[in-house]
Structures are given as C-alpha cells and as structure tokens.
C-alpha cells in the first residue's frame, strides 16, 4: 500500500523545518512578506509602464522564433492591460497571492484554474492567445535578501500567454518584480517550473490511450450484447451457454449479490467476510489521510498536532491491515488447497493453480495500469494535476516490474499499493512447496513452519537492531520502510501464521471445540489485549518533543506485534467457528458482508484512483481535520466501490470466467463443497456451486 508513515514523515519534516519560533521573529518576517503579498494586483500597476523590449536584452543568446512569439503576446496583453481589456484584465485576476495562513502551513495560492484556462482571444488576424496556468514557487528569505525566514517556500499561481515557456516567463516576472521592489530578485528565491504548467490544450492520445479506449469498448460491448442475450433469449437460467455465462452482465451480478445463508455450509467460514470488508475499508480510510496530506491544505502544521492525538494512532499503524489480509491469504490456501488434495489423493496440479491465480488477478491489474496512466487525465484536471498519476514515471520506466510481481523490490512501485499484490504472489508460488510438505509429513512439516516463523521474526529483528532502524514519525527513514515494510521475508510471518493456522483448521475439520468459560474470556481478553496494544503501544513515543524510543524496544515490538495481531485474528477466525463469537461473530459473519467482499479485489485496486483524483482535482484550498477526512472517505468509497462493480462486470469477471474452458468435462453432475473466488488480496471467498465435474474447481 501506499507509505502511509512516508507521506506523513514527509509532512512532518515540513513542520519541523517551520520550527517552533519566538513571536519577534514571526513579526519580522511577517512584516517582509507583506511586500509580497499582492503580487498579481501590483503587476498590473507597474505592467502598463513596461517595455516588453527590456526582456530581449536580459538573455545573451539570439532571440528565436519562440521567443519572438512570446513578446509579441506579452506586448498585445499589455496593450489589452492598458486599454482594459477584459480579457487581459481576467488573466491577471487569475493569479494568486501570498497565501494567507502561512503560519499555520498553507503553501498554496491556487488563484483560479478555469478562468485562465479558458482565456482565448483573438488579438489578430490569425493570432489567439490563451491562458497558460503555473505555479511561481517563491521563497520569501531569498527573495527579500535575509539570511533565514521563519516562513517557507509557497506556490502562488500565475497565469501568462500560453506561447511563453517556463524560462520566459521567468525573465518576465523577475523583471516585473524588480520594477516592483527596486531590488534583483535570485532565479532561484521566485521560479516558474514547466511541469507545473497546464493550458487547455490537451494531449493527443497516444497508442496506448488508444488501446485501452478500444479494449474498453469491446469488452463493454460484449457485455452489452451477451446480457441482453441472457434478458431475451435465455428461458432457464440454469442452462446457460457458457458464452453467455462468461459475458453476461445479469449472470455476474446474480452471483456478486447472492446472499448465502450463515452457517447453512460448514466449510464456509462466514466471518471472513466481514473481517475482509472492515480491513479493505480501513485501508481505504489510512489512504485518504495520505491523499489528504498531498492536497493544498490551508493548515498542514496541523499534523504536528494530529499526530500526537490518540486517534492518529488508528492511521499510524494502519499497515496491521496488511497483516490482516495476509493471515487471510495463508489460511484459505491451506485450507482449500490441502482439502483439495485429499480428494485427489494427495495430487497437486501446480501449473492448474497458478494459471488460475494469474487469469483472475492480472487482466484487472494490467488494465488499472493503463487506466490510472492514460484515463485519469481524460476525466480529470485541476491546479495540483500537472502531471497526472501520481506514479507516472514509475510505471512508465518499471510497469512489467508490477505484473511481474516483484515491484516490492524494485523503486519503481507502479500502482503504489500493489507492492501487496506483489507479496502476496510471491508466498503463493511458493505455498505448493509448503502444501506437499503438510500433506505428506503432517505435523512434522507443521513443526518446521513454525521454526520457519521463529527465523523470520528473528531476521526481521536483527534487521532493525543492526540498521537501528525506526519507524516512529519523528526517526522516520525509507531505508527502514524499504527492509522492514515491502520484504517479502518481513512480511511472510502473517501469511505463514494464517497458513499454519488453516492447517490446523483443515487437520481438525468436523471437530467441535468445547471451552470453558473462563478459556473463552481470556481468549477475547488477550486477543483484544493484543489488538489494542500493537496499535497503542508507540503512542507516548509520538510526541516530538517526548522520549525517544530505544531502537530494541522498537524492533521487539515490530516482531512481536507481526506474531500477536495474526494470532489475535486468527483467534476470532475460530472463536466465531466454533460459536463463542458472540456479537463479534453476528456483526462479521453478517450476509451483508458478501457482495461487498466479492467486490473487494476491485474495490482494493480503484479506490486510490478516485482519492487521487479529487485531491489533485480541488479548485480551493481544503482543511484537514478529521471530521473532513470522514466525509471525503465515504464519497470516494462510494464511487470507487460503483467504479469497481462496473469493472467486476468488463473485465474482472469475464476474464475470471475462462475457468469454465478450464474445467475438466465430466457427464455426471455434482455438488461440489467450494469454489474459490479472487478476492482483494488474491486469495479465496468460498461458494457454493453445483457444476458438471466429478473434482471441485478451485481458483486459488
């Protein structure tokens, strides 16, 4: 997932930098950068007087055919400024200013986006100029010839022809500025970057935009027509063509929305659902906070504080997620694979298993790729969207490194919360290993998993001591989230814990456990101990004016809460089993869970699309708190759970669907106990399913 302490560290390195200061030296500085506060109001004073000619003399070199561009539509707005033209007058009431509230963190003046951007006017016969909207990044202790300023560097935008490039603009404004100030401002203290440039014209779309555009449209137009295939030819739906059924729109969402009886299988474990909904929804809470940290905040110092709150806690350590999902992961491949193979006598069809785990989880990876690269600057645009995708150069230099599933090692992490994805993989084709291993020796192999815990909980360990590595906020270093977070072997404790713990499950099938009371509460008690403490535990560490935690308690802690939260869920897995799950088990095991954990695997991928989208998209300034973040959270849920469901239906399912050509052809029908579903973490939702095969199909 996405570095939720990086984000954050990063924030707080800008707080820290701020400092705490004296009030004399924030009156001080205030006093200087109220010089600077009306930037684009005073230019229109001084621009009337200004001879576009000055700027042919500051560069050594010729003037090019660009350049002359340029000047001749920097003279034709000063002329429009002049004569008040309104057009002319609009490009500079684009511009921002100082930003108010720099004290507090605000480093953006976002001006206004659409009124530059739809500035066209015709200033001759042939010759329109349009609005080119930039951010001047302005640093007001180089710019006002101190040596240090209480106040950082802060972005105000800027609007100027579109014919002008970065570097002209620069040589523009500067000279502006020092017929404004009567001083020589450095290029570096006010700077306009080209790739924080955007007009309205857009991008012509390349191959792959074209690719995905025409793989969209067939696919939907496949489903379309296999659906009303389904609606209007089909009398019975329990004799589908299998066309209709790897198409059929209808089909797909009869099966993503049944609701299954509780309890009415027991080898389904209903409570999974649950505890897969609530973690995919507190993954999707952590990103939004991070979404919400890169978006222009009129209080980003705000974090210092956050921070410190015991709420900050629940986001802090939201990766115990991802552990979350791993205990999943590992428990339903032992469970379904080693259930499997005891009804084929100990076979394994290794090359079967992997081919279904690739068709269900690569077409809707490779297809989010493309579409987070060239769709989102179709839907979206906005002052913070100048380059698009966030992780736009990543996957354009390392995509294959996604769909390989070795991102995790890799610094180009495409789709940044795929590095889980990458993980997961990898343990998967790992996991026939482990599986032949149980089946043949039983608790020998069970015994040698465990020591294989124990190694890699001391690896993780002897990692953070050697390194003196840390995760807390204020020691934050991306060297520690690069060993400690994306390592497969860090992150193998989890999945090897719920994978053991499926084992146990599958060696005891059709056992029912009779605990005492007293063995049920001090199983909730622990459980619950453990829970809150790995969550808590760092907390009086927090502070940034506090106590510094010891790099060994700190690696103790790393290693011993990776055990104790997989164990703590692994015991309400079978609390709730075993019917001592009580109000936990009713909430959990609660059939609305169902489709929303069948959609979860799309919902998963999409959700950061969406987050990023309207973060980079906002027109004003937004204020961090949490009630906002709240409410940010549910409408991006919301439409990325919609956007995932019409996924499900164009890609994720049809593709899914090749299963069907996959299944050996037998005449005599049965009911088999499972099916395997992908679901967010690429592992298994169990089903019932009544199909045409002497084996049971599983997808694992």
Known sequence: MVSIVGVLFLCGLAVIEAGRPNDEDVLSDIQRVRQLKTIALDFVGQVKNFDVEELSTLNSRAPSLDDMICLNDLAALMTGLSNGQYWALKMFDAWGSKPSGLLTGNMYDLGNFDECLNIKQEVSLGRTIQGKYCFLSVSPAQALGVQSSIIGRFNTATCLPASCSATQMNTFVGSLMKQLLNVTIPSSAMRISESSCQTSESEPWDGLTIFMIVILSVMGSLVALFTLWDYCLVENQEQLPTIVKVFSARAHSRALFRIVEVNSNPNVIDCLHGIRCMSLMWAVFCHQYVMAFVAANINLFQVIWWEETPFASFILHGFFTVDTFFVLGGLLVALISLRLMDRNEGKLNVPMMYLHRFIRIVPLLAMAIVMYLKLMPILANGPLFTNGYSGKVSCENGWYWTLLFVNNYTEDKCIGHSWYLSVDMQLFILSPILLIALYKWGKKAAAGIFVLIVLLSGCLFATIMVNKYSLVLKNFSADAQKDMYYATHTHATPWLTGFLFGYVLHSNRGKKFQLSKVAVWSGWILCLAMIFTSIFALFPYTKWTGPDVSTFAEASYYTLTRVGWSMAICWVIFACMNGYGGLANSFLSSP???????????????????????????????????????????????????????????????????????????KTPVVIEQKSQIDDNGDSNLEELKVTTTTSSNIN
């Open 592 to 666: 609305l869970w169902q489709p929303l954990s069948r959609l979860s695997y799309s919902v998963f991928i999409w959700h950061l699309f969406f987050q990023e989208v309207n973060a980079r998209s906002m027109r004003t300034n937004s204020y961090f708190s949490n009630y906002t973040i709240m409410l940010n959270f549910w409408s991006t849920f919301g439409f990325a759970v919609l956007f995932a469901y019409v996924m499900h239906l164009v890609i994720e399912a049809p593709f899914g669907s090749l299963d069907y050509f996959l299944r050996p052809k037998e």
